[in-house]
């Protein structure tokens, strides 16, 4: 007569979970809430709705500098911050002046303007409203230059135009010469460079966007030398929630980072329940292990 199966140990079972299952469950964490289309409620945090508090407040006319400072390995953090924000300085009838001083950023600007001034604001006249200045070399040295002297380092827009031949260069001297900039980055030279050699000691205001590995290293210059911050995609979506809520015209157009935080939430909730349950195991594990010594 064959001996009776003893029942295995709970702690076992959880600690012996084939890894192929953890990979299915993530997989399907996250294609089901983009399957399904799967949105949370999102509410603007303090941080990130000062950006948007600056931004409403510019007057029309008011000269905003965007710069770009990332590439496509982070464009679906940064690409939906940096589109929400430049439609809501377009909105509020400011000029916009794009550039980036990342090799990797020109595209992202092209995309920015596609995406966001030519679908949105197609009344908008180029070189009176809106201007591409392209990629400036030189790191957080280019950024010192054009606190210095702007159109002694953009002499021509991106497409080689002479940049006396537009409206909206006239009177641009330096950084000191707008109303805020607006520093999107995901790493070095980025946000900390603009604070550092740009904002601060030209005491122009400046909101930023960057990833959510390099939010904690800006949190320092917050709220002194850096009006607000949006960390990762979801200081994105807060964003877009804030824009959404004054500006509705803008839908689905600008909700990316919304859409895009489901499936992220579901994901972190599965991390955190396989942490509860390796923490679980292992608690148990040791409680065996205690009752086996006595």
Same mark, same amino acid.
């Given at each position: 007569?064959?001996?009776?199966?003893?029942?295995?140990?709970?702690?076992?079972?959880?600690?012996?979970?084939?890894?192929?299952?953890?990979?299915?469950?993530?997989?399907?964490?996250?294609?089901?809430?983009?399957?399904?289309?799967?949105?949370?409620?999102?509410?603007?945090s303090?941080?990130?709705?000062?950006?948007?508090?600056?931004? &409403?407040?510019?007057?029309?006319g008011?000269?905003?500098?965007?710069?770009?400072?990332?590439?496509?390995?982070?464009?679906?953090?940064?690409?939906?911050?940096?589109?929400?924000?430049?439609?809501?300085?377009?909105?509020?009838?400011?000029? @916009?002046?794009?550039?980036?001083?990342?090799?990797?950023?020109?595209?992202?600007?092209?995309?920015?303007?596609?995406?966001?001034?030519?679908?949105?604001?197609?009344?908008?006249?180029?070189?009176?409203?809106?201007?591409?200045?392209?990629?400036?070399?030189?790191?957080?040295?280019?950024?010192?230059?054009?606190?210095?002297?702007?159109?002694?380092?953009?002499?021509?827009?991106?497409?080689?135009?002479?940049?006396?031949?537009? !409206?909206?260069?006239?009177?641009? &001297?330096?950084?000191?010469?707008f109303?805020?900039?607006?520093?999107?980055?995901?790493?070095?030279?980025?946000?900390?460079?603009?604070?550092?050699?740009?904002?601060?000691?030209?005491?122009v205001?400046? @909101?930023?966007?960057?990833?959510?590995?390099?939010?904690?290293?800006l949190?320092?210059?917050?709220?002194?030398?850096?009006?607000g911050?949006?960390?990762?995609?979801?200081?994105?979506? !807060?964003?877009?929630?804030?824009?959404?809520?004054?500006?509705?015209?803008?839908?689905?157009?600008?909700?990316?980072?919304?859409?895009?935080?489901?499936?992220?939430?579901?994901?972190?909730?599965?991390?955190?329940?396989?942490?509860?349950?390796?923490? @679980?195991?292992?608690?148990? &594990?040791?409680?065996?292990?205690?009752?086996?010594?006595?």
């Open positions: 007569m064959p001996a009776p199966r003893t029942r295995e140990p709970l702690h076992c079972t959880l600690a012996r979970i084939d890894r192929r299952v953890i990979f299915a469950a993530m997989t399907l964490a996250v294609a089901l809430p983009m399957l399904f289309h799967l949105e949370f409620p999102v509410h603007p303090p941080i990130v709705t000062r950006i948007f508090e600056k931004i &409403e407040s510019l007057p029309p008011a000269r905003v500098l965007f710069s770009f400072d990332y590439g496509p390995s982070t464009a679906p953090e940064n690409q939906p911050m940096a589109e929400a924000a430049l439609r809501h300085a377009l909105a509020r009838g400011c000029r @916009v002046y794009l550039m980036t001083i990342w090799a990797t950023g020109p595209p992202q600007v092209v995309r920015a303007i596609d995406n966001a001034v030519k679908t949105d604001f197609v009344d908008r006249v180029y070189g009176r409203d809106y201007i591409c200045l392209g990629f400036k070399a030189g790191d957080q040295g280019a950024i010192n230059a054009l606190a210095a002297d702007f159109k002694g380092m953009f002499t021509t827009d991106a497409n080689g135009a002479d940049i006396e031949s537009f !409206e909206m260069m006239r009177g641009i &001297e330096s950084t000191k010469s109303d805020l900039i607006v520093a999107i980055g995901a790493g070095l030279p980025g946000v900390k460079e603009w604070i550092q050699f740009a904002a601060d000691p030209g005491n205001p400046i @909101v930023a966007g960057t990833t959510a590995v390099e939010a904690p290293l949190y320092p210059y917050y709220p002194r030398q850096l009006i911050l949006m960390g990762g995609l979801q200081g994105a979506a !807060e964003y877009e929630a804030a824009l959404l809520a004054k500006y509705p015209q803008f839908g689905e157009r600008s909700a990316r980072a919304i859409r895009m935080m489901g499936p992220q939430t579901v994901a972190h909730l599965l991390i955190l329940a396989l942490v509860v349950i390796g923490n @679980v195991a292992f608690v148990l &594990e040791r409680r065996a292990q205690k009752r086996a010594t006595r």
